[in-house]
């Protein structure tokens, strides 16, 4: 017998607040793990490989001037080696229009990485469990060598599965 989960969501419009309600189909029960191409395909296949990165010491504005321009999601911060540090991401910029504010003091401090070895399906369960949109895949020596997003994996799902001809 299946359930239904009732969700209670609140939709804002110029008017002000309206409540809805939706309905989905709710299984308590989880589904079996099957592996997945995901499970052999390596992040380095579809991550990007040239990232803009930035200093601890560069300003917000550039920080989102860089954002902007280069229609990206997150900048790695990264120390003189290469190694991140942390990353601003677009959220990370909202309300940080003080003059002389810079990147390290933005960042998350934190740099989530993932090595070269790491599949898709890792970097899509460390996003899901973690919330993370961006994950830096690093080499052995640490290095940053790459940025997988939510929208890579997106992307590659699709063009597997014949959506998309890139």
């Given at each position: 017998?299946?359930e ?7 939709i ?27 499970d ?25 001037e860089?954002?902007?321009k ?24 909202v ?12 960042m ?33 020596d640490?290095?940053?060598v790459?940025v ?17 001809g890139?």
């Open positions: 017998m299946e239904i989960e009732v969700q209670r969501c609140r804002y419009s110029g008017a002000g607040e309206l409540q809805a309600t939706r309905t989905r189909p709710f299984d308590s029960a989880p589904l079996p793990r099957m592996p997945t191409i995901a052999r395909i390596p992040v380095t296949a579809i991550m990007t490989r040239d990232v803009i990165c930035a200093r601890a010491e560069l300003s917000v504005d550039a920080l989102t860089l954002l902007v280069n229609h990206i999601g997150c900048v790695p911060v990264v120390d003189d080696r290469g190694r991140p540090k942390g990353v601003v991401t677009k959220l990370d910029l309300d940080r229009e003080k003059p002389g504010v810079v990147a390290g003091e933005v998350m401090p934190l740099a989530i990485t993932l090595n070269t070895h790491a599949t898709i399906a890792h970097a899509a369960a460390m996003m899901a469990v973690e919330d993370f949109h961006h994950l830096m895949v690093v080499g052995t640490h290095v940053l790459g997988i997003s939510t929208m890579d994996i997106v992307r590659w799902l699709a063009r597997n599965d014949g959506f998309t890139e």
